[in-house]
């Protein structure tokens, strides 16, 4: 899958300072070990695919990195975040740990994304009004604004969760599998939109299995079984040894 906008290489990440520095970081549940040893870099302008078999610890890794879950090692956030580095996350989910029966519409979600902004028990400003309306533009759900979110195809519910990200404005960005019901049209449409917002100096990280579109779009690729085997560029990572390495079933028995 080509990538249309520019090619990675145009807008170099900035490596002189991580926005993340994640080193040896270990997460268990019970006797079982989901991560151990991972250890990387995420800097401004980076597109970084993690990428691995089911039940490889992808997604333990986004939410590690969240504090969503505990861990040892380190995870250390770069002072250009300020005080409260996870607020500058925009963690985008997967659609099926979302109860999208609550009676809301797309309006109402999209918003969510502006809390941080706005505060708790606060009126939007209509600062916070233009950027959702903003956001649904640019995320190509504009018309749906007033539609409740139960009525939404996978599709629509995907550029929904996407609308919410951008109006929360955040300098990094988690994705745990968005291309997750989704057609070929709408991957390459979100494809678009995230690479612009990288060439705007967001940093981002995507959980994602689909191995063509990282190695078009991403400027670096983390493969990762219960630990991070390689990361560095597509031409750098994807090697057959290391697919092999990230794939063998013998990894993932605990």
């Given amino acids: 899958m080509p990538n249309p906008i520019l090619p990675p290489d145009r807008f170099p990440a900035d490596h002189s300072s991580p926005l993340v520095s994640v080193s040896d970081v270990r ?74 029966s609550f009676p809301v519409t797309v309006w109402d979600v999209v918003m969510m994304g502006r809390i941080r902004h706005i505060g708790w028990l606060r009126r939007a400003a209509p600062t916070d009004t233009a ?12 018309d749906l604004r007033r539609r409740p979110i139960a009525a939404l195809s996978g599709g629509q519910r995907q550029r929904v969760l996407l609308a919410r990200m951008l109006a929360r404005d955040c300098d990094l960005i988690f994705l745990d599998e968005p291309f997750t019901g989704v057609d070929a049209k709408t991957q390459d449409s979100i494809l678009q939109l995230l690479e612009r917002e990288r060439i705007s100096g967001k940093a981002i990280l995507m959980v994602t299995h689909d191995l063509e579109s990282a190695r078009a779009w991403c400027s670096h690729i983390l493969l990762v079984n219960r630990t991070v085997i390689a990361a560095g560029s597509p031409a750098l990572v994807y090697t057959p040894a290391n697919i092999e390495k990230t794939f063998s079933s013998a990894r993932l028995e605990p």
């Fill in 27 to 100: 997460v268990t549940f019970g006797e079982t070990v989901a991560l151990t040893g991972a250890s990387f870099h995420l800097c401004k302008g980076e597109f970084v695919a993690v990428i691995g078999p089911n039940g490889a610890g992808k997604s333990t890794l986004l939410r590690a990195m969240l504090g969503l879950v505990p861990f040892t090692g380190q995870i250390g956030f770069s002072s250009q975040l300020g005080a409260k580095p996870l607020q500058r996350i925009s963690y985008v989910p997967q659609q099926q740990s979302l109860d999208w």
């Fill in 131 to 142: 950027a959702v309306s903003d956001a649904l533009e640019r995320a190509g759900v504009s």
